[in-house]
């Protein structure tokens, strides 16, 4: 659920798109005109928003760079694998404050809700959330979401950083249809910061600050609670990282409190963009930009999953009568898993045919710290798209051989009770 970037990452080559306003090509240049960089570096960067745990990340030692329009830590001082490698044996924070927070008010929140997203909303049980799919009526997918039914009188929504003018700008046009229409409906755009607190020590971690027994927190269910003192926060177990974990949504003005008493424990590390771009990948995990976009139905991006039983009967979602037709006809491409060996696989790497023939194309990948060989996602003819076909990557104008497999390449750890 990220926007694009790209740097290099503790030489470990990690791919990610870069920013075009020169923040981080200054970082890198020689000695010519340095302080003319130096000034354009600094002018760049004051452009960019800032998450209230700017200050403390630099504090910390984050290396800052432009995503989405934000000032974001990539990594902190220990390296892209190190980081990596704790969360999935220990535990550690992101900071998404970045994200779009969203509730949405009145009677008709649930319709409202329904007419702009593929799942059922309405099936969802009080305080359970669902992964699902802002798509537009040709099918393409505008952007992914999580949707939780509180039993607070509202549905609470977290949508992507890089995509959040154009889902706001959608939600409000709906609003105002809905509202022209009678209908009992309001959103409200929050101002409060998110981090994430990811791996299998979570909740030994969080259970010194919290009174409630998160043994009966599953995976994608929500609550509010005081955690270490602080009230009004928002704890979802949820994550992008493939571990067990949650989501806390916190006041701005807490949050550096809340941060800190976290590290308390000796289990928790900071954690940037870097890690928890390898991390997602590993778990299989969609990157909006790189592996779905408008371009994208959900059936080729094998999302099938998250379009409801009802809403399939019903079609009245936005580009449904596209989009379920494929579920029984098939797409001519489908989302796969590649893993190999050798170089590093990276976004928009060909895929070929075992004779040489183009069949496709890498949408992310990166080396695997865990399984120590590449992983990769990518768009391939539905011909070789069954786990275990043998295929061909193009890097550095050399065919390498490589494997369909089966995703997420490492085992998710999610909590079910």
Excluded at 102 to 122: C, N
Excluded at 182 to 209: C, K, T, W, Y
Excluded at 325 to 350: D, F, M, N, Y
Aim: aromatic content about 6%; hydrophobic content about 35%.
């Amino acid at each position: 659920m990220w926007a694009r970037l790209m740097v290099r990452v503790g030489g470990s080559g990690l791919g990610l798109r870069a920013s075009r306003d020169g923040l981080l090509r200054v970082a890198g240049a020689g000695c010519a005109g340095k302080k003319q960089q130096e000034r354009h570096a600094s002018s760049a960067e004051a452009a960019l928003k800032r998450t209230p745990l700017f200050d403390f990340h630099r504090e910390h030692g984050g290396k800052m760079v432009e995503f989405a329009g934000w000032s974001m830590p990539v990594q902190y001082k220990d390296s892209h694998i190190v980081s990596h490698m704790h969360t999935r044996e220990h535990c550690s924070i992101f900071d998404v404050s970045h994200m779009l927070q969203t509730k949405v008010h009145g009677k008709d929140r649930v319709k409202f809700m329904e007419s702009l997203v593929v799942a059922d909303i309405a099936e969802l049980k009080d305080n359970q959330g669902t992964l699902t799919l802002f798509t537009n009526d040709k099918g393409g997918i505008i952007d992914d979401l999580i949707v939780t039914k509180t039993d607070q009188g509202y549905l609470y929504v977290v949508s992507n950083a890089g995509c959040s003018d154009k889902d706001s700008a959608r939600m409000k046009a709906r609003l105002a249809e809905f509202k022209a229409a009678g209908s009992d409906v309001d959103i409200e755009f929050l101002n409060e910061a998110l981090i994430a607190l990811q791996g299998p020590s979570m909740s030994r971690v969080l259970h010194e600050g919290l009174k409630e027994d998160l043994s009966k927190l599953t995976f994608m269910t929500s609550t509010l609670a005081t955690i270490f003192g602080i009230p009004g926060c928002r704890v979802t177990r949820c994550g992008y990282t493939g571990e067990d974990g949650v989501e806390i949504s916190v006041p701005q003005s807490r949050v550096v409190e809340l941060t800190q008493k976290l590290l308390g424990n000796s289990e928790v590390k900071l954690a940037g963009l870097g890690s928890r771009d390898s991390l997602r990948l590993e778990a299989g995990l969609c990157l909006y930009g790189n592996d779905i976009d408008e371009t994208t139905t959900p059936v080729e991006a094998t999302l099938v999953w998250t379009i409801g039983k009802r809403r399939r009967q019903t079609k009245d979602f936005p580009g449904a009568d596209i989009i379920v037709p494929q579920i029984k006809a098939k797409t001519a491409r489908k989302r796969v898993g590649l893993v190999s060996t050798g170089p590093p696989v990276r976004q928009h790497t060909p895929i070929l045919s075992p004779d040489g023939k183009v069949i496709g194309e890498v949408t992310s990948g990166c080396p695997s710290p865990c399984l120590k060989k590449n992983v990769a996602m990518g768009y391939v003819d539905a011909a070789f798209a069954k786990n275990g076909t043998s295929i061909q990557v193009e890097v550095r104008k050399k065919a390498v051989p490589a494997t369909v497999s089966k995703m997420p390449f490492v085992p998710t750890n999610y909590y079910s009770g």
